[in-house]
């Protein structure tokens, strides 16, 4: 079954959708990469097809002034080094936080969706996302901070295919070479990089900011500052330090969920450069045109302007007659890949982290004729064990695709859904 990616611009517009003529290759990296570039309104980069597809809002929306709680202490910024602390700052700067606390029945499907994603995201290290107290994933990294016994976390890294190479600032760190990945073990953190996800993978980079031996990104940017210190800490954040707004204006974004355990709230804010800000009625109007996407169970909006910072609130009842979709259900996986030396072809196995369904997991060959296409093969079709636990190992045969490029690990629940969740580059561009 092939299945058709949709995209969408740095503003939230449509660019490609069922059966668009646009040729784009989706893979885990780049969707991820787009979600954090683009802020929420990437989202449905993560789904195939129309069905996660988030309508613009029309002229149907109510405004009204709304009471939305604060966010929490922005304490995710300790983990952000200033872009001018690395070798080659980044054009852009984007990354999201995460307090993975179970999410209450009927929250906003945005948010079930990021959250799920971002759990699939990340290798397993013996924690379980759902104990971690704060998850920061920006361009450099991923940091975990939680309660956890530095042993038995240091044996679950070891026991998944990582090897111990060093120590850096107190931290044990650990390497794997298949699809490079790198580890840091310190006092209640992990420090996780990987080429497959992280844009510009710098594990030192994450420790020293930590550590306050290194500028992190507020301290030297004002306008970043008032944005994050605006934004506050969040059940889900968003942050884009380049993008544009739905007027076209350029902007740092701040996408937020939070709730008051009642009604939950997507609050949107943008800092514009001086002299850049639109007019309250010009912003509203670009959001009736489709300008950025919110959840499709926003109902009252609120849009206020403060000096540089335009804030866009909306109010998301809970509805908790609604079960999360099956296609949110993500594992959290260590995989480890082989690439046979002798033969074409290249072996997955689930190293460390959860069972899952051996009738979720597929594969998809990156090939020049794909078109944009992801095409699920069966995998563990002749296991004879229906669900894929650790040390389960399945090998595609690529001997008749000597021109593929790439193969994908591919999780679906059926229909036009998938996500994927691990790709190999076979033409060896893996050095981080």
């Known amino acids: 079954m092939r299945l058709r990616l949709h995209l969408y611009s740095r503003e939230g517009r449509v660019l490609n959708c069922g059966m668009s003529p646009q040729r784009h290759r989706p893979s885990n990296d780049r969707t991820r990469r787009q979600l954090l570039a683009a802020g929420g309104a990437a989202l449905p980069l993560l789904t195939a097809g129309c069905l996660s597809s988030l309508p613009p809002l029309g002229g149907n929306q109510r405004y009204g002034r709304l009471t939305v709680p604060d966010g929490d202490d922005p304490t995710y ?198 002299g850049r800000v639109p007019t309250e009625s010009a912003l509203k109007q670009a959001l009736q045109e489709g300008g950025y996407r919110f959840t499709t169970e926003a109902e009252t909006f609120d849009v206020q302007i403060d000096g540089s910072l335009a804030t866009v609130e909306a109010q998301v009842p809970f509805n908790s007659n609604t079960e999360i979709a099956p296609e949110y259900d993500l594992p959290q996986v260590t995989w480890g890949v082989t690439q046979d030396a002798d033969e074409p072809r290249v072996t997955f196995r689930n190293e460390a982290g959860e069972s899952i369904s051996a009738d979720r997991l597929y594969y998809d060959l990156d090939q020049p004729d794909d078109f944009g296409e992801i095409e699920k093969q069966s995998l563990w079709s002749d296991s004879d064990d229906d669900s894929v636990s650790p040390g389960a190992e399945a090998t595609v045969d690529l001997s008749e695709h000597p021109d593929a490029k790439g193969v994908s690990l591919v999780y679906s629940t059926g229909g036009t859904h998938f996500h994927v969740l691990f790709t190999v580059d076979l033409r060896g561009e893996t050095d981080e």
Do not use: C
């Open 77 to 274: 910024r300790q983990w952000l080094p200033a872009p001018t602390s690395v070798e080659s700052p980044p054009e852009r700067y984007s990354f999201a936080t995460i307090q993975p606390t179970a999410p209450q029945p009927g929250a906003p499907e945005e948010f079930i969706a990021r959250r799920a994603y971002s759990k699939a995201d990340i290798d397993y290290f013996g924690i379980g996302f759902e104990n971690y107290d704060l998850l920061v994933d920006s361009i450099f990294g991923t940091v975990i901070e939680a309660s956890f016994d530095r042993t038995q976390i240091t044996q679950t890294i070891t026991d998944s295919g990582y090897e111990r190479t060093g120590e850096y600032r107190g931290y044990a760190v650990f390497a794997r070479s298949d699809v490079p990945r790198r580890v840091g073990v310190g006092d209640g953190v992990v420090v996780w990089t990987s080429v497959r996800t992280h844009d510009q993978p710098n594990l030192e980079a994450l420790i020293d900011a930590g550590a306050g031996e290194r500028p992190r990104y507020h301290e030297e940017n004002a306008r970043f500052e008032q944005l994050t210190t605006a934004a506050g800490g969040n059940a889900h954040l968003l942050v884009n330090t380049d993008i544009h707004d739905p007027t076209g204006r350029p902007a740092m974004l701040a996408d937020a969920f939070r709730s008051d355990g009642e009604t939950a709230y997507q609050v949107v804010s943008y800092r514009y450069e001086d």
